[in-house]
């Protein structure tokens, strides 16, 4: 290659004809090493196709996500109708509990008052018989 040659050099390039949903990027280098008495050349060609989503996809897409969507809530709202029906239950069930614990605390103490009193009738009970026995065992004084 001499000073002031010029070189041209055509490259074909075949795009598609028909309307596609991406982008084609072309990126084409040229070079050339020129040694003393050699000159090297090298061409190089990148090509990159970035295909987009067509709109039908998304919309298929969309459509699945808002089915799932749709789902969930519906999912959601019956759980949260359940927690609402089950919370109630608690606080009811919760309720119900005081009350007993309440009755329970006032029967043991009921149970606790009887069961001194009956302790109290024993003790009696029994001063009473040895009271009759001592008397019954005394003579009589006869004047």
């Known amino acids: 290659m001499s000073p002031g040659e010029k070189v041209v050099r055509i490259i074909e390039l ?3 004809t028909e309307p596609t949903s991406g982008r084609l990027y072309i990126c084409i280098s040229a070079e050339t090493y020129k ?3 050699t000159a090297f050349s090298s061409n190089s060609l990148y090509t990159t196709y970035v295909r987009e989503r067509t709109y039908d996809e998304l919309l298929r897409d969309y459509d699945a996500l808002r089915a799932d969507y749709d789902r969930l809530i519906s999912n959601y ?3 949260r109708t359940d927690y609402i029906e089950l919370n109630s ?3 009811s069930l919760k309720a119900d509990y005081g009350e007993l614990i309440l009755k329970h605390g ?3 103490r ?3 008052t009887a069961k001194s009193m009956m302790y109290i009738f024993i003790v009696t009970t ?3 018989i040895a009271t009759t026995v001592y008397f019954a065992r005394r003579k009589p004084k006869t004047t």
């Open 77 to 79: 709202d019956s759980l």
């Open 126 to 128: 029994m001063v009473f």
């Open 89 to 91: 239950k608690y606080e």
């Open 110 to 112: 009921e149970l606790a």
């Open 106 to 108: 006032a029967s043991k």
């Open 14 to 16: 075949t795009l598609p």
């Open 35 to 37: 040694q003393p008495h």
